[in-house]
């Protein structure tokens, strides 16, 4: 099991960026997927991106493409989401969560099995 923490949530304006964070403490990080996921009020939680256990291989919801970078930092048991050109659609409860299972990385909720608390992030328009 391992226990994630996210940071960098906030309000900004249309257009504008956030630096999501996420540290991990438990399990040897490196062994994890890693993933993001967005809840927005009303709405079920949703993929947002993914990345390998070695970083080397991503991907993303087409909503967040070429906007969102995911990358991680297996030194510091951190994994991060580069928010840019953001829009109110993307405001949401924002979730980092790991999974053990997926051979290189997954885009499925039911994959992951420990989850952070959430950070709120509201794009104003």
């Known amino acids: 099991q391992v226990q994630l923490v996210e940071s960098g949530g906030g309000l900004v304006q249309a257009g504008g960026s956030l630096r999501l964070s996420c540290a991990a403490s438990g399990r040897t990080f490196s062994t994890y997927v890693m993933g993001w996921f967005r809840q927005a009020p009303g709405k079920e939680r949703e993929f947002v991106a993914t990345?390998?256990?070695?970083?080397?291989?991503?991907y993303y919801a087409d909503s967040v493409k070429g906007r969102f970078t995911i990358s991680r930092d297996n030194a510091k048991n951190t994994v991060y989401l580069q928010m840019n050109s953001l829009k109110p659609e993307d405001t949401a409860v924002y979730y980092c969560?790991?999974?053990?299972?997926?051979?290189?990385?997954?885009?499925?909720?039911?994959?992951?099995?420990?989850w952070g608390q959430g950070t709120q992030v509201t794009v104003s328009s």
């Open positions: 969560a790991a999974n053990t299972a997926s051979r290189l990385y997954s885009v499925r909720l039911p994959k992951y099995t420990d």
């Open positions: 990345i390998s256990r070695i970083g080397g291989s991503t």
